[in-house]
């Protein structure tokens, strides 16, 4: 079966820090990955999408850059915090092809301070 | 610009009473999912819908798509404490494509 995991599920970082948050997926192969930013009373906001090694596509530009260095491993990084980047950062992973929906992580909380 | 639009915003009810929440769009989609999302958690994926009138159920919860495949609801019947969290329902435009997600449903059943 799949599985995936995201870590840390909290952090506390100072502003100007900076930030490294990892995904990875188990039990298949060449996933489309994603990563989304959910603020309270504001759904979820893409951030990037994968559908490759090393192919990252943005969606809202911003002080956040994504990588994919392995099939299925997603990194999210900061070199530089904001105060504004303070939120709830879920990875996901879908199939290739015909979709049937995400399954998602269980969530980094993400405090800048 | 929103363009999955969810109602109610916020729900609270009685253990036992039964309750539809909706999922609205002025754009058609090739498929629709509902999520459950509970606090300090990702959400889980509930049901996904790609046949215009298709209906689902899932136990106490049925899912409907609607004909021209613009919105959808989720009826509970005979809803329970398990039942609360945030609903939100995400859209497919194209079979490929990445999901526009709405702000969500939060739910509350009271016992």
């Known amino acids: 079966s799949q599985t995936i995991h995201q870590w840390p599920a909290t952090l506390v970082q100072p502003v100007g820090s900076p930030l490294s948050l990892e995904c990875t997926v188990e039990?298949?192969?060449?996933?489309?990955l994603y990563w989304y930013r959910q603020a309270a009373g504001r759904g979820l906001q893409l951030l990037f999408y994968?559908?490759?090694?090393?192919?990252i596509s943005s969606e809202v530009p911003q002080n956040l850059s994504a990588s994919r260095p392995q099939d299925r491993q997603f990194i999210l990084s900061s070199k530089k915090l904001l105060l504004s980047d303070s939120g709830f950062y879920l990875c996901?992973?879908?199939?290739?092809?015909?979709?049937?929906?995400?399954?998602f992580g269980s969530g980094t909380r993400l405090t800048v301070v | 610009t929103q363009l999955l639009e969810q109602s109610p915003q916020f729900l609270s009810i009685q253990e036992g009473e039964n309750l539809t929440v909706y999922c609205n769009s002025s754009?058609?989609?090739?498929?629709l999912q509902w999520y459950r999302q509970e606090p300090g958690e990702g959400p889980v994926l509930l049901v996904t819908v790609v046949t215009g009138g298709e209906v689902k159920k899932l136990k106490r919860l049925t899912f409907q798509f609607g004909d021209a495949r613009k919105d959808s609801s989720l009826h509970i019947t005979a809803a329970q404490p398990g039942d609360t969290g945030l609903y939100l329902c995400a859209g497919a435009r194209n079979r490929d494509d990445k999901i526009i997600f709405g702000k969500g449903t939060r739910l509350h059943i009271l016992p």
């Open positions: 754009s058609v989609f090739s498929s």
């Open positions: 994968s559908v490759g090694i090393g192919q």
């Open positions: 996901a992973w879908s199939r290739t092809g015909r979709f049937y929906g995400y399954t």
């Open positions: 039990g298949t192969s060449n996933p489309n």
